[in-house]
């Protein structure tokens, strides 16, 4: 529950969220805001804790390790979500610190995932990456790939995906992505959609996105 003064721009998110919501015919409590905290350090983050807010993205495992500990450590029940690519050789750290993994994209992140989850006894919240566009410059998985590869990720993995993230190009209408990610997540049966960030949020939800990732909306330029 948010409740002190917002600081940044966490209130006119906050604010956009909810209307998106009853434009959507949502319930607000169906979307969690992810606040984006890459780049910013513990002194711009504690000012949003402070406010309530408790589920933060990073981008990258040695960041989050830095900085994060000491913060979760002052503010329980704050969530970690790594939302930047992951590789392999920081899957055993991704797991150790992190409570969802949103990059799941290829079968060597899946294995080494498998191992960590079992090994250390801790289940993060998984979502398999699409690249909707087939970007060759972005992580995901091609969307006439998913099918098989959400399949092996369960099967022949044992991993338990919570949902489907995409980032859709910057040069492109972000809805087709949002649909054609959200037509691949019914499909298979999964409730969460990880889309949208400060430009296209409002449209992400209305599209039935679960997660939207939301950083220079609420920190600024970085």
């Known amino acids: 529950m948010l409740t002190k003064s917002l600081p940044n721009g966490l209130a006119q998110v906050e604010l956009k969220i909810a ?13 969690t805001l992810i606040a984006v905290s890459k ?5 711009a983050i504690s000012p949003v804790l402070d406010a309530g807010q408790r589920v933060f993205g990073e981008n990258r ?8 500990p000491a913060l979760v450590s002052a503010y329980p029940g704050t969530a970690l979500h790594l939302i930047g690519p992951l590789q392999s050789n920081k899957a055993k750290e991704a797991v150790a610190l992190f409570d969802a993994i949103h990059s799941v994209d290829r079968p060597s992140i899946c294995e080494t995932l498998a191992k960590e989850i079992n090994s250390q006894n801790k289940r ?10 087939e970007e060759p410059q972005k992580a995901g998985i091609a969307p006439g790939e ?3 590869f959400i399949a092996n990720c369960r099967d022949k993995y044992g991993l338990v995906i919570s949902g489907l993230m995409c980032i859709p190009p910057v040069n492109e209408a972000p809805a087709p992505h949002f649909a054609l990610t959200a037509k691949i997540a019914a499909r ?7 889309m949208g960030m400060s430009a296209d949020f409002a ?9 939207v990732r939301i950083g220079s909306a609420i920190f600024g330029a970085r």
């Open 146 to 148: 998913a099918d098989a």
């Open 39 to 43: 780049k910013f350090d513990a002194a």
């Open 19 to 31: 209307r998106s919501c009853k434009e959507a015919r949502r319930e607000r409590a169906s979307v």
């Open 203 to 211: 449209v992400a939800i209305q599209m039935g996105a679960t997660h």
């Open 61 to 68: 495992v040695q960041e989050a390790k830095a900085k994060w």
């Open 188 to 194: 298979h049966g999964l409730k969460n959609l990880s």
């Open 124 to 133: 993060p919240e998984l979502f398999v990456q699409i690249n909707t566009g």
